[in-house]
């Protein structure tokens, strides 16, 4: 077994400091305190008293205005002890504090060694009470702390501190396991003819670009994509047909890492999409009505509405057996991008045949939509990442090379573009980093 700290101890324990004061000594402190009162009452000036005495080494006082060569450092005496080598997710931590016995306020630096990775110095200037309480002459600036991401592995960590002769805190062993992640969701997770993709399971589309897999790279993550074109909130726990089983099926104790994005096939976005096209910017939209929003509207009631109502309950319940299965995760629930502006003016195009006014209706519904979602994951606890109130300058009404979703031409069609998946996995890694990585 490797042993971290002193040999005689490990962490902190009792250790003497020095020897106590001897008879003579403090006869000779009594008679100098005697001698300072009566010079004092004699009306003589002490320029300074050293408290001196053969058995302890001699000390002088400097003289006012004189000066005194400091004294030769001894070699260094370093002590301490590695409190903790151990692996968080996605890396290692590595604490403990160092300290000169010699030269207790002087400071102490360690090299922390991770595999062949470039070695690490840190101060051992961390504030350690602890230390302070079992060392009262050491003071409490010794410790020191590092923690370092890194990939699934093995790894033999390393602690030394800088001095001469070099002091080693020992070596330990340390695995750093695979952050599983599960990506859940339909066709905005899947990823649908995105440009540099080809698809072996055609039915869900899944692209080796979309956002999981994008997040997956960066962070070092193990991905487990499950979404598939098409996906309902249900599909989480049934089949899609016999090639697409259950999305939940690859969630397991292991799982640290889940993602979901549900809801616009729960609203019908396939029938949304065609049925509010138009043949001219003034209408009629394909619906038969003149508009979009006439053909959902019955009145003071609006059947997409309904659906994102209907939707809320289906997703909380969602919500709740992702985290039964997946007891270790941390969730992430995503709000969409939106296909459509909530500011739309003379957007109507070849490939964008929406009137301005079913845009700006369609916008809403999303926007609620997005904050069902969103009150659901404030529900349970889970993690919201937003995306709508970014994506709707960044809908078909804009430039081309700027859309994080498509319009009706070719390529994604009213699906998110190679941009649109990019934004979303930043904000999703950052998100990951903040909350799950190197905890």
């Known amino acids: 077994m490797t042993t971290y700290g002193d040999a005689n101890s490990s962490g902190i324990g009792p ?58 450092p001894g070699p260094a005496v370093v002590t301490g002890h590695a409190d903790s080598v151990a692996a968080v997710t996605g890396g290692i931590r590595v604490f403990g504090w160092s300290v000169d016995r010699g030269h207790p306020r002087a400071e102490v630096r360690v090299d922390v060694h991770v595999g062949s990775l470039a070695p690490v110095r840190l101060r051992a200037v961390g504030r350690r009470a602890d230390v302070a309480r079992a060392h009262p002459s050491y003071g409490p600036l010794h410790g020191w702390y590092y923690v370092r991401r890194v990939p699934a592995g093995a790894y033999r960590v390393c602690v030394t501190a800088v001095s001469s002769p070099a002091r080693s805190f020992g070596c330990r062993s340390v695995t750093v396991a695979p952050i599983e992640y599960v990506a859940l969701g339909d066709s905005y997770t899947s990823g649908p003819r995105l440009s540099g993709s080809t698809y072996a399971d055609i039915p869900c589309y899944r692209s080796k670009v979309n956002y999981p897999h994008l997040t997956a790279r960066a962070l070092g993550l193990a991905l487990h994509d499950a979404s598939c074109w098409g996906a309902h909130t249900s599909n989480l726990t049934y089949a899609q ?199």
């Open 241 to 439: 047909s016999p090639r697409n089983s259950p999305q939940h099926n690859r969630l397991s104790a292991s799982t640290r890492v889940v993602s979901v994005l549900y809801g616009l096939n729960d609203i019908g976005f396939g029938n949304i999409v065609t049925a509010c096209a138009s043949s001219s910017p003034t209408g009629p939209s394909r619906s038969g009505r003149r508009t979009c929003r006439d053909y959902y509207r019955h009145g003071t009631d609006d059947v997409l509405l309904d659906r994102v109502a209907a939707f809320r309950t289906d997703f909380l319940a969602a919500l709740r057996l992702i985290r039964a299965e997946a007891p270790h995760a941390t969730v992430f629930v995503l709000g969409y991008e939106s296909a459509w502006s909530p500011n739309a003016t003379g957007c109507w195009a070849k490939d964008y045949p929406v009137q301005d006014s079913d845009t700006r209706y369609l916008a809403g519904i999303v926007r609620a939509l997005v904050t069902a979602a969103s009150g659901d994951a404030a529900a349970v606890g889970d993690k919201f990442v937003g995306l709508y109130a970014a994506s709707v300058t960044h809908t078909p009404c804009g430039p081309a090379a700027q859309r994080w979703v498509a319009g009706y031409g070719p390529g994604p069609g009213m699906h998110p573009t190679n941009l649109g998946h990019r934004e979303a996995a930043l904000r999703l890694e950052a998100a990951i980093s903040r909350t799950v990585l190197l905890h």
């Open 15 to 72: 250790q003497r400091t020095g020897p106590s004061p001897s008879r003579g000594l403090v006869l000779h402190r009594r008679a100098l305190r005697r001698t300072a009162r009566l010079a004092l009452a004699a009306g003589v000036a002490l320029t300074a008293v050293a408290l001196v005495h053969p058995g302890i080494g001699l000390a002088a006082a400097a003289p006012v205005g004189g000066s005194q060569a400091p004294a030769a």
